[in-house]
């Protein structure tokens, strides 16, 4: 198996102390190129900086940039472990992991938006009153009144992270698979959600968006007062995010299915 050959290494990191420590390890060990010079990306932090730093390097990354992160935050799902010794070995042997983004259209009171999000497109109650929300999935509604707290969206790879915590499915990465999951379903009751076909597209409308006001976010992007929501992969972005050769994705995925 061929090896991989990141010699010019770009660092990010978040504000917390670990990761700004660590910032200044690495750099003053393998030097800090600018981002559009780099081979590779690495972003020091936890599972929300990595969806900020792609956001941020979504251009540079769906161009080619990979992006390798080291956890210098809480849970690190999207993460490999820290270390400061065996960085290039490490970066040699990683493997290869594509990633496409879900690609959110809303109407709200302050117009139309469109945004991405790399884990989950997720509708959220406003104030105390459930949201009456409806669904359909490619142009035939499912759900003609869904009460709930909200519902969402999530990728495979963002089915571990605010999916899994509302009893969604855990999706293997690959299987070209969307999860469609309630959060704290009212009526109908025992309905636990969908697997949907990474080609599908979602509609949500807000039933009765002045009494009951519904909020969309894509990933930590808060959107208030929506009436009316798509969803979709957005398949011209393909980002490539690298992992220690024995800590891929694809096995903290399978992992997390056997977890008790």
Do not use: C
Request: glycine share 6%; proline share 4%; charged share 25%.
């Amino acid at each position: 198996m061929a090896l991989n050959t990141y010699e010019k290494l770009a660092f990010v990191a978040s504000q917390k102390p670990d990761a700004q420590e660590a910032l200044k390890i690495l750099t003053r060990k393998y030097g800090n190129q600018d981002a559009a010079n780099a081979d590779v990306l690495i972003a020091l932090g936890g599972d929300g900086f990595m969806l900020q730093t792609l956001r941020r390097y979504t251009t540079l990354v769906q161009r080619g940039l990979p992006v390798y992160g080291m956890n210098r935050g809480t849970v690190g799902f999207l993460m490999n472990a820290y270390g400061e010794d065996d960085l290039l070995e490490r970066l040699s042997k990683a493997q290869k992991t594509t990633v496409r983004p879900l690609k959110m259209s809303a109407e709200a009171k302050g117009g139309h938006f469109e945004d991405l999000a790399f884990n989950e497109i997720s509708l959220f109650r406003q104030t105390q009153q459930a949201a009456h929300i409806s669904v359909t999935v490619d142009g035939h509604q499912r759900l003609e009144k869904l009460i709930a707290d909200g519902i969402l969206v999530a990728t495979p790879a963002g089915s571990t992270a605010y999916n899994l915590s509302a009893h969604g499915p855990v999706v293997p990465l690959g299987s070209r698979i969307l999860a469609l999951t309630p959060i704290s379903a009212f009526r109908p009751r025992r309905w636990r959600g969908a697997l949907l076909n990474a080609n599908a597209k979602v509609e949500f409308s807000v039933l009765d968006p002045v009494r009951r006001p519904v909020s969309v976010s894509a990933d930590n992007q808060e959107i208030r007062d929506v009436s009316y929501v798509t969803v979709v992969e957005e398949r011209s972005k393909k980002l490539s995010l690298l992992f220690d050769a024995d800590h891929g994705l694809d096995e903290k995925i399978l992992r997390e299915q056997f977890s008790t």
